[in-house]
Each structure stands twice: as C-alpha cells, then as structure tokens.
C-alpha cells in the first residue's frame, strides 16, 4: 500500500485546511487509519485516528473540536479537516494505516504516507 499526503499549506490562524491521504495499491477499507504530526525538533505524535468502519474515531486533546476526521470508502481515501488552526498546530501532517480495523498509533502503524506541510502563521 502507498499512501499520498496532500493538502497542506501556509494559512493565518483561524483559518481552515483539509487535507486528504489516497491509498494506491490496495484497499484499505477494512483498516484503520490516523493521521500524525511532527514539529520541528519534537517527536511524532497522534492527531486522530478512525476505524475501519468509522464508528470509532479518536482525536488528541490540542485537535479535539477544531479537527474532523473522516473516510471516503469509494475513492479509497481519508481526510482531515482542521478549523481554527492555530500556530502551534504547525507541522509536518502524515497519514498512516494500521493492521488493525479499530485504531492506529504511532507504533501500531503499518503503512506510512510521505507527509504535508502546514504552516500556521500568527
């Protein structure tokens, strides 16, 4: 499985991005999938993770109500919408799939896709 990260950019705090993760190679409809950030200096950590059938979703206490994680099943692909960014929210976004159908961590992860940039200024 290869996973393509996109979406991300330079927005103003407050503002809105939504990036999306596309699964090539096969499905990956009955795993789950997170997606994780990593800044500058610091270690990789969860943002939000979604079941394979999406009735579980999980989401780090910094996100939680400013970020909605979901599944598009048709095109293969997960998303991330992210309102009210913040500074501190700046970082490289990657998306993961895990062997598992009900979560994904940092460790537990499988598949790994290439990272986005976001960039939030003050």
């Known amino acids: 499985v290869q996973l393509q990260a996109s979406g991300g950019g330079l927005v103003q705090a407050g503002g809105s991005l939504r990036l999306s993760c596309a699964a090539r190679g096969r499905t990956v409809n009955n795993n789950a999938m997170g997606w994780f950030r990593q800044a500058p200096g610091k270690e990789r950590e969860f943002v939000a993770s979604?079941?394979?059938?999406?009735?579980?979703?999980r989401y780090s206490e910094s996100v939680e109500g400013r970020f909605t994680i979901s599944r598009g099943y048709a095109e293969n692909t997960m998303y991330l919408q992210m309102n009210a960014l913040k500074p501190e929210d700046t970082a490289i976004y990657y998306c993961?799939?895990?062997?598992?159908?009900?979560?994904?961590?940092?460790?537990?992860?499988?598949?790994w896709g290439q990272g986005t940039l976001v960039t939030v200024s003050s």
């Open positions: 979604i079941s394979w059938n999406g009735h579980i979703i």
């Open positions: 993961a799939a895990g062997r598992g159908s009900a979560a994904v961590t940092v460790t537990s992860a499988t598949y």
